[in-house]
């Protein structure tokens, strides 16, 4: 069975798993029925989206008014049927970018758009919308966070593809971990979101295949294919940020920089005492009493 990774594994990190987290709208703790891959290479939308698992394309949403259909708040998303009634979702690509039809048999590796940050209105501007003009809507229905980052969502259902997004675990009967189906496949991802590619895994016996389609697009994009060379890597990439944990409550970029500062702190603190023992009291007995006998003696 052909498999690939969804994104470059050179150029893209795991930043959101699946599970409860607090909302980005509201920080309260809200369900995440899928994964949130970004990329290295910061805002820019020409990141190519993969079909990591080949299929027959059940439904492809377009970025519309958001309204109370099953697209509503995904953009432009492709839903990928396979064997066993079930179904991945890739969610928030960039406009005009989908390159499948409904009813398309595609194959592991395909590449389906590009990476965006379209979700109906909902979380960033529809076309022809400043960012003031839809950060004034937001605010007025409670919306408090900026336009949602540049981002592939994905989602693993089974037995319905259709249904509206779940506000809690307890909703999401027909949803299941993709990072799951994703390992099965043979990416791991690391505590940080790098990709690591298992030996002898179906990724792995079809790397020819989807790395030639991987550099083929970056060599269109005016890359070299240089960024290939990671393969399977500790890429080391950092993203400027990382939606929030939700054991903690911040990003993990934020976690590194509280618990440097306060050793840098405690250091500061404690050298501090350390020289203030070391050094006389200059209050009992130092200079001042020498120029006291200084004054006395003219």
Known sequence: MSASPPVSPATSRLVSRYGVRPSLGTGQPHFHAGIDIGTSRGRREEEPIFAAKGGTVA??????PAGSGPGSGYGNAVVIAHSGNTFTLYAHMK????????????DGGTQIGLMGNTTNGLFSPLPGQTVEQWTA???ARGYRAPPMQKHVHIEKRVGRFDGP???SAAEA???ADPGAMLRELGLIYSTRGATTIAPGSDVDRSRARWSQSMAGTLAIMGLDGAELDALGQETGYEPPEFERDAKWGITKTEKVMLITGGIVLTGTIAAFIIRSRMRPNRRRGGPRQNRLRSWGSK
Do not use: K
């Open 173 to 175: 009967t027909s949803n």
């Open 59 to 64: 439904a492809v949403y377009q970025n519309v």
């Open 95 to 106: 406009d005009g970018s989908v390159t499948v039809r409904t009813g398309q048999a595609i």
């Open 165 to 167: 997004y779940p506000q």
């Open 137 to 139: 809507q937001a605010r």
